[in-house]
């Protein structure tokens, strides 16, 4: 690529007034300009004009198949593809007849290449001081904190004697294997280790409860788990082992056949055995291996497994509108070529130039999946990892860590931002963050003062900033500023990632003219897309592909679920989501889930839950709950009351896990309906947002009785 040629740009700020919420995004009026490369840092863009950029654009949308022949260009294969793409919507195969391992492209071709030396992952755990006991067989290892670094010829070795495990546990190609694990480097090599056999994995977030853990297995048809005994997160140890157990349980009760449980010891608490001999014995013996047991029994050599393009890599729940979470699949191919690309563009990845990459997202969601795993590995420039929560020992260990390694780019989500605003602008001004060069966010949209300080207080006012829209189902990056080409506004993702035919129409398909509010829909299949649903392909068609239709054709747009404008400069506004799923701390739930979760409780009759703003979370969660007249008559003269309420939370807690603890829980003798019996939400939206007044604070029948009439009548 061409060295930044550009004049020097200085960094022009338009309008200085700073809205105060996420709602006045359609106000704001601020443009950041592309940086100067020496301001910044970099000594080039990958993509260094608007110009080029839209340039570039137009090709890859109007030739979509010679700009992925060229992507696919820069991974290695083991079989060439005969050809790009076979689309019969809404099923797209991509780079048809070709063969490669996603694990080989993250790692061994960078030992062949002669940088088996080099830096693939550093990671810092959670607990400061001599306690710990990462039982890890990896080489480097510091007291304080605990520090580690793998090469890339490490984690050939790791990953292959992983795989090996696996192997000996009778994991085949094709299969799934279930991964719930701390944010461990163990973690990425157990996923590295089933793309080097050809079995999917399917990670889950160790926030998850044993419900839903038990709940993924069996629509996974997964026979293995790995886990942890447990994991750190803010000064705690998450019982891992202890959630699989109680998961194995309900496995086992449900007939689910589980073969295996392979366990990383963490934290080196009681070791099973030692428990499950007196008494409450919840794994038969041979179905749990110690994975230090495991390792020194196989060999570390193991052969990447030639996958077909279209062969899964992986599977990744996400919430959606009904209570079931949805397991997304993705392929190896097109995973990939769309992740490398993205990864490089948007965050300008250069290997060798000394960048270091850290994204504090969570590898059990999907952007731990494309950009601290895949994204990074693929492009060969390092990845930082940290195991644990952001106040752990205090509230600047975030900023401690940058400092530390010199991170150069640092990738969070908005409501982070929002916490670290609220914790004070000294704890980032007591540490150097000078060898920051780019931030991004992810996971909801910013508003317009989180990116003002997020520019300010953690870039120095030198930092690019790029916002991404995307979802578990895209893979990767779908609208992104590239930092070189693309003026930022604060609040908006700016433009379509290459290869990206994005639009926002109406319903019948139409595209609408500027600031005009609609649906976001992508017109043509890209590589990353997602390829199914496990097992549900009603609902992969229904979600997807059933509501919007290109008007002249007839073949279905992908739609997003969620609403957006485009800008007249063809900026995108996302507006979030039009469906019964909430984002909450940048975390998708499905209200049903909440509600099923509410339901399961022997005293709850009837739930309903709906999201309401949220200064940090972005959304907090209502819940509004009938009680069974049991539970009156068992409690008589109790009204519900905060007790109730805390009964409830920990229920959900316990069911489901801490994400999906209701904020609010208000009690109501019966829910208001529509004739057709259908929980009116618009209206339970408007109450939990204090739009709808309510006489009581106990909501009553009689209360919904009458807004509900209201509502009915104005319908
Ligand atoms: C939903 C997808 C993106 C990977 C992590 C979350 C919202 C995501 C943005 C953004 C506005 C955003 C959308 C989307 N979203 N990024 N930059 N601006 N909204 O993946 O859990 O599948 O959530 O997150 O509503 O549909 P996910």
């Known amino acids: 690529m061409a060295p930044f040629p550009g004049p020097r740009r200085t960094l022009r700020i338009m309008a200085q007034e700073a809205p105060t919420d996420i709602h006045s995004s359609l106000n704001e009026t601020r443009i950041f300009h592309p940086q100067d490369a020496k301001c910044a840092g970099f000594d080039r863009w990958h993509i260094s004009s608007l110009t080029e950029y839209k340039d570039l654009h137009e090709r890859s949308v109007a030739d979509p198949e010679a700009f992925w022949r060229a992507e696919a260009a820069r991974l290695d294969w083991f079989t060439p593809f005969t050809h790009v793409l076979e689309w019969t919507p809404p099923d797209a195969k991509w780079f048809v007849g070709g063969s490669l391992n996603a694990c080989y492209n993250c790692v061994d071709r960078h030992v062949q290449a002669g940088h088996g030396d080099e830096t693939a992952i550093i990671w810092e755990g959670e607990p400061k001081g001599a306690h710990t006991s990462h039982s890890s067989s990896f080489s480097h290892y510091a007291a304080e904190p605990e520090i580690l670094e793998l090469t890339y010829r490490e984690l050939q070795s790791q990953t292959s004697r992983v795989a090996n495990m696996l192997k000996s546990l009778g994991v085949k190609k094709g299969d799934v294997v279930t991964i719930y694990m701390p944010m461990v480097p163990e973690l990425a090599v157990a996923m590295l280790a089933c793309a080097r056999i050809g079995a999917a994995h399917s990670v889950i977030f160790g926030g998850f409860a044993h419900t839903a853990i038990a709940e993924r297995v069996i629509d996974a048809h997964s026979r293995v788990i790995i886990t ?6 803010r000064g705690d140890i998450v019982p891992l082992l202890k959630n699989v157990e109680e998961a194995v349980e309900l496995l086992d009760s449900h007939g689910h056949i589980l073969n295996h449980v392979l366990c990383l010891k963490r934290t080196a608490q009681q070791p099973p055995s030692q428990r499950f001999h007196t008494g409450e014995r919840r794994f038969n013996n041979t179905r749990f291996h110690w994975w230090h047991d495991l390792a020194p029994t196989v060999t570390d050599a193991c052969p990447c497994e030639p996958m077909d393009s279209e062969d899964m890599l992986f599977l990744l729940y996400t919430s959606g509108s009904t209570g079931k979470p949805k397991g997304i699949q993705h392929t190896t191919a097109g995973y990939l070529a769309h992740v490398q690309m993205t990864a490089r563009l948007a965050f300008n990845l250069i290997p060798d130039s000394g960048q270091l990459f850290w994204c504090s997202a969570d590898i059990g969601w999907v952007t731990g999946h494309s950009y601290v795993v895949y994204g990074l590995l693929m492009n060969r420039v390092p990845t930082l990892m940290y195991e644990g929560a952001p106040n752990a020992p205090s509230n600047d260990r975030f900023w401690e860590i940058i400092a530390r390694h010199k991170v150069t780019h640092f990738y969070t989500a908005p409501t982070a931002i929002r916490t670290f605003m609220k914790w004070g602008n000294e704890l980032p001004a007591k540490h150097d963050l000078s060898s920051l060069k780019l931030l ?5 949209p910013i508003n317009p003062e989180a990116w003002i300080w997020y520019h300010e207080h953690i870039g120095g006012k030198r930092c690019p900033i790029v916002d991404t829209y995307w979802q578990t189902e895209t893979a990767g990056h779908i609208c992104t500023p590239l930092p070189g080409a693309i003026a930022t506004k604060p609040g908006s993702c700016t433009l379509p990632m290459l290869g ?6 109406n319903e019948s398909g139409h595209e609408l003219p500027a600031n005009k509010g609609g649906l976001f829909v992508i017109r043509k299949p890209w590589p990353g897309m997602l390829r199914g649903v496990y097992h549900n392909r009603e609902r992969f068609v ?13 073949q279905p747009y992908y739609f997003s679920a969620d609403g957006a404008r485009r800008d007249s400069d063809g900026y995108y506004w996302i507006q979030g989501r039009i469906d019964d799923v909430i984002k909450v701390s940048g975390h998708l739930l499905g209200t049903m889930e909440v509600e099923s979760a509410l339901v399961s409780h022997p005293s709850v009759a009837e739930a309903a839950v709906v999201g309401y703003p ?9 819940a509004f709950v009938t009680l069974k007249s049991r539970w009156f008559s068992e409690h008589a003269g109790r009204q519900p009351d905060d007790e109730m309420r805390k009964e409830l939370a920990s229920h959900v807690t316990k069911e489901v896990g801490a994400l999906a603890r209701p904020d609010t829980i ?8 529509t004739r057709s019996g259908k929980i009116m939400r618009r209206l339970l939206r408007d109450v939990a947002c204090g739009v709808e007044k309510i006489t009581q604070d106990t909501t009553t029948l009689e209360d919904f009785t009458v807004v509900a009439k209201l509502r009915a009548d104005e319908e």
Do not use: M, Q
């Not at 991004?440 to 909801?444: A, D, K, N, S």
């Open 228 to 233: 942890a005994d447990g994991g750190y997160r």
């Open 440 to 444: 991004g966010t992810v996971g909801e």
């Open 500 to 505: 990206i035919d994005a639009a926002v129409v």
């Open 666 to 673: 208000r009690f109501a003798e019966a829910l208001p309906k």
């Open 614 to 622: 949220h200064e940090i979370k972005g959304n907090a969660i209502c």
């Open 542 to 554: 229904s979600n997807y592909w059933g509501r919007v239709k290109d008007p002249a054709t007839g």
